[in-house]
């Protein structure tokens, strides 16, 4: 978690501002800046959001032309002011800013303080300013005193280091946390995230584990930890900066849905060249791995793989994997995730790697860390996601997941081409279909008001809409904060429904599909019990419409797309909840956009 932003510019501490509020979506419990101005290096940071602080300190009267800033998500230590970052070293020259967890900060700590140094805070990242104040005083340069500190330290770390002694350069650093460096015409940025830097720069490069940068104005010099030059590689990032606003929306959440069918049309013109080389790579047992809502689009998939192709696909959370699977050698595993750097993710593709496995990363983020661990990688085309909650990056990943199972049947035989060519028409289509969906959405309003006050809720399905289901529940819990569960209709009679009573919410997603007899059977054992019906059904099934309290209709589809049709009113569903209740549906309490610890 936590945002990092740097910059060498004029105006340095209002662009740092502007990119921590780019930043914001990755934490957002205290927020700071570090200048040097007038020669000496100035620090400003407090608790809580960006615009109070931003407000309070008012950064355009400050001039600078060199800066770093952070918005955090507190790890070790409570968010407060002695917490936020940047901390110092103890002549208050030099400032760290950082995202990670330090795993034997302890150690190193104590050994500081036995050697005199003062500590200001609570946090793990404040050992890293007073080794790098050590490094100095044995006189190492700023860059080599951060190598020697980054080697000393174990665990996560993203930082951005800067002195007043160097004061026309910011020295970075990257293990596991992701970093990108942008060079543009009128200076030179770092960042936690590639949408921070866009209105700067589309020239970016991600820094890579155990490299060291020094950037400063039109250039930035790398080397690995270990003193090796490395050649800066900077790719040229097409999204516009523009794509990253609200676009008049009062949430990015309600913007992104609306994005949902441009974004499906772009995964769709994925290069063929990627989706063979991955399916080409589909050897042995396969795996699909995610977390969160990446999780639920693996799972739609393994439905999707069986019921198509009769391929068993073995989704597992990525927290999970490494306790539950051991037999990779040789076989695949394919990672799913929006930012590219979930930590979950991130470890569970590391270990799958380290045991034998191929892996195939899918993500949003061109240039992050599971493409690069990644042996070959699907890009999805969701462009930036500022919501915290992942919505168009759901769909683009289940566009992305279908295209490889159509081309994976057709290279393994298990699709004939006439059938593989209708579903890809199908395919082709979906957007429109999502694009009808989505503008009828604001009818889910009155129903979302009318169930708003509710404590409870659960999500069924069978099938692949299993998937659907716990997604809409992640979706209104996250959101709304309202408690929601969402698992396989069939199990209620196992346990879940001795908590039905009169009134108690069940949303079904139930369309035309194999499953639907059953999951009627299921509904109406709810009923039976007094339970509240939402039903999210298609276009015309009248006897669903005569059972359930309330519906939304949905165009048919193939069995293996309903998930794409059926998630968009669960999405409107949890967002009109979370806005009625007074929330704020862009930034839910206690989370991140970017998961980067373990
Ligand atoms: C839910 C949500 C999270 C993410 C999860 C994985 O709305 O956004 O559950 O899906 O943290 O993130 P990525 O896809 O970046 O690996």
Known sequence: MCGIFGCICSSAPRVIADGLKRLEYRGYDSVGIAVISGGRLLLEKDKGMIDPFVRRVDPSRISA???IGHTRWATHGAPCKE???PHLDCTGTIAVAHNGVLENFLEIKEGLLK????FASNTDTEVIPHLIEEGIRDGLSLKSATARAAKMIKGAMAIAVLSSALPDSIVCMKRESPLAIGIGKKGAYCAS???ALLPYTDMIMQLQDDQVAVISRGQVAVETIAGKPVKPRFIKIEWEAGVAEKGGYPHFMLKEMHEQPIAMRSTLKLPHGFL???????EGRVYLTGSGTSYHACLASSYAFSKMLCMDIRPVYSSEFQDLVCDLEGNTVIGVSQSGETADTLSALRYAKSRGAKVIGITNTLASSITSLSDTYICTQGGPEIGVAATKTFLTQLIALDQLMLRAGLNAGRLPEGVASGLLASLNGVPSLAEGVIRRSEG??????????RRSAYFLARGINVATAMEGALKLKELSYMHAEGYPAGESKHGPISLVEGDFLCVFVAPRDSS????IGNMMEMKARGARIFAVVTEGDDELKSIADDTFEVPPVPEFLNPVVCTIPLQAFAYYVAVLRGLDPDKPRNLAKSVTVL
């Open 193 to 195: 995230d590639v949408p």
């Open 276 to 282: 063979d080389r991955a399916s080409r790579m589909m």
């Open 444 to 453: 889910i309003r009155p129903i979302a008001q009318k169930y708003s006050s």
């Open 65 to 67: 032309e060199i800066g």
């Open 83 to 85: 917490n936020a970052h």
């Open 115 to 118: 050697r005199g140094h003062r």
């Open 516 to 519: 639907r007899g059953r999951v």
